[in-house]
């Protein structure tokens, strides 16, 4: 249902007949603009130091060989993982949710579980055990193990809630199950595809800590290192320049794939549930794939960390550091995670409500900021603070603030598919029985999107318990996550003492991992 910029079609008439003003979208709208200027304030940043630096020398910066291979690697990277995390949650989802799998309930859990483990972990585990991993090779293999679940969650979700009828009704048309699913299930599985690919194609845009332990240069590795190593400020900004320009191309392409079709279901009853497809010799096989899965993507980092505990002993458990990282961790990764979701929820909603040109650009400037890496983002704010506002600099505020940047887009794709689904019929049976606009919308759609609110925060919670390079540079003095510390041990090759902080990330995201997966249940309706 398509709406004008100034207002949603659901105006209804109040009881004794007068019509009532239909929702609009001013407060909606505003809130979604803010939220979007304060998305821009990193290109905002660079675009100021090109200006600085003057044209002939970012020509310069950009058009030169390292450029060009940077460039190659992230396209290979992206080329090869997402399509591959694409195939491979399509196929565990399918199992779990619709065949006759024995265990089908473990193992979907266990197809979540690996985003309990930081992906720098993932690829500090398997560095652990095969030291000569490295390349393209290396970085495909560990961040589809790392990244398949943002897929796996909503591709099961929205597969648990499609109509069987319809596949039905194809079936007896004379198609096959090959076409049926080709040619039914799977674009309407459109929606969650679309959404999970750009989550993991955006991490990977963005992703440093992985790729640095796996020797595979890509822009944010490389970015890193010019400020770093040698503060050379303009050369790292012209790259995050360019991984800004392959941002668009990915949002281009989500965009174009995605579409405007419906995905809500508005009719008599209610969808029934599907015949589970018995896979009879094929089940020993499926078993085998998913024991396979479960033991790369979870079993070799368990194996790792254990391996490095023993060899370390008691004495790498510092407890009093340990304390301190942990109660750092936890306030920032729970303030973070609130703020993000509470700034994503206008953008979502106008998504879904109110899609139009103008909304897609506003929603592309939130993505946008999402595959910036972490240490440009710190940057552009640490400028800000220290310019203009200098009691802000290096305070809980600032690093939160850079969390909700950096972690949106997270909310905002787990807000916009629970949105997606919850009918804008419900807002006008509301306002018909003369509910207020707002609290018709209050009462019907983002109460039945709770659940995809709860999984943004989740998601975001996760992101930031495995931050680096922002958490370096903006939180404030004195303060040590767990991340921080393990990075700082392991960068020392004292593997052993960075042991028990990955274990204690682990254990503090399986909670959250957990809801992920209760929450998506909640938003297939089970």
């Known amino acids: 249902m398509q709406a004008s910029a100034d207002s949603i079609p659901i105006a209804a008439p109040a009881p004794g007949g007068r019509p009532r003003a239909p929702l609009r979208l001013s407060w909606i709208g505003l809130a979604a603009v803010l939220v979007t200027l304060l998305a821009l304030i990193p290109l905002g940043f660079i675009l100021w130091v090109t200006v600085q630096i003057g044209w002939e020398t970012a020509t310069a910066l950009v058009f030169r060989p390292r450029v060009g291979e940077l460039l190659v690697n992230t396209m290979l990277l992206e080329f090869l993982a997402v399509p591959a995390c694409a195939v491979l949650s399509v196929a565990l989802a399918w199992l779990t949710g619709r065949t006759d799998l024995p265990g089908a309930r473990i193992w979907a859990w266990l197809c979540v579980a690996p985003l309990a483990v930081p992906a720098f972990i993932h690829s500090y585990a398997w560095v652990s055990i ?10 495909v293999l560990v961040s589809v193990l790392a990244y398949f679940p943002f897929l796996y969650l909503p591709v099961s979700a929205a597969l648990r809630r499609l109509d069987p009828a319809l596949e039905d009704a194809a079936a007896a048309l004379g198609h096959g199950p ?29 992703e440093y800590g992985l790729f640095v332990f796996v020797r595979f240069d890509t822009f944010t590795t490389a970015i890193v290192d010019q400020f770093q190593s040698t503060f050379n400020g303009p050369a790292a900004n012209m790259l995050a320049g360019v991984l800004i320009a392959c941002c668009f191309a990915l949002l281009a392409l989500e965009m174009l794939a995605r579409g405007d079709e419906r995905y809500a279901r508005v009719g008599s009853g209610v969808a029934r549930h599907p015949v589970k497809a018995r896979l009879g010799r094929a089940t020993l096989p499926c078993l085998l794939l998913f024991a396979l899965v479960a033991a790369l993507s979870l079993g070799v980092p368990f194996y790792t960390v254990a391996r490095w505990l023993w060899a370390g002993g008691w004495q790498v458990w510092r407890m009093d550091e340990i304390g301190a990282a942990l109660g750092h961790t936890a306030v920032l990764a729970l303030g973070g995670a609130l703020l993000a979701t509470l700034a994503a929820i206008p953008m979502a909603w106008l998504s879904i409500r109110a899609p139009g040109r103008l909304q897609r650009i506003l929603e592309g400037c939130n993505y946008m900021v999402g595959a910036l890496p972490g240490v440009v983002v710190a940057l552009a704010l640490v400028t800000l603070t220290v310019r203009y506002l200098l009691p802000l600099y290096q305070t809980l505020a600032t690093i939160l603030v850079a969390y909700m940047l950096m972690f949106l887009p997270r909310a905002i794709v787990s807000l916009r598919a629970s949105i997606a689904q919850a009918p804008v019929e419900l807002e006008q049976a509301a306002m018909n029985l003369g509910r207020r606009p707002l609290n018709a919308l209050w009462s019907t759609t983002i109460r039945l999107s709770a659940p995809g609110a709860t999984a943004g925060m989740a998601l975001v919670a996760l992101g930031i318990l495995n931050e680096l390079t922002a958490t370096q540079m903006l939180a404030p003095g004195g303060t040590r996550t767990l991340a921080l510390a393990f990075w700082a041990y392991s960068g020392e090759i004292d593997y052993a003492a960075a042991a028990p902080y990955a274990l204690i990330m682990v254990a503090a995201s399986l909670p959250l991992t957990w809801l992920l997966y209760v929450q998506s249940k909640k938003m297939a309706g089970q």
């Not at 095969?130 to 970085?139: C, D, K, Q, R, T």
């Not at 599985?189 to 679309?194: F, G, P, S, T, V």
């Open 178 to 206: 090959w076409s049926v699913f080709f040619r039914v299930v799977l674009p309407q599985l459109r929606l969650a595809l679309c959404g999970g690919a750009l989550l993991v194609g955006l991490h990977l845009l963005a």
């Open 130 to 139: 095969v030291p000569g991993l490295n390349g393209l090779g290396a970085g």
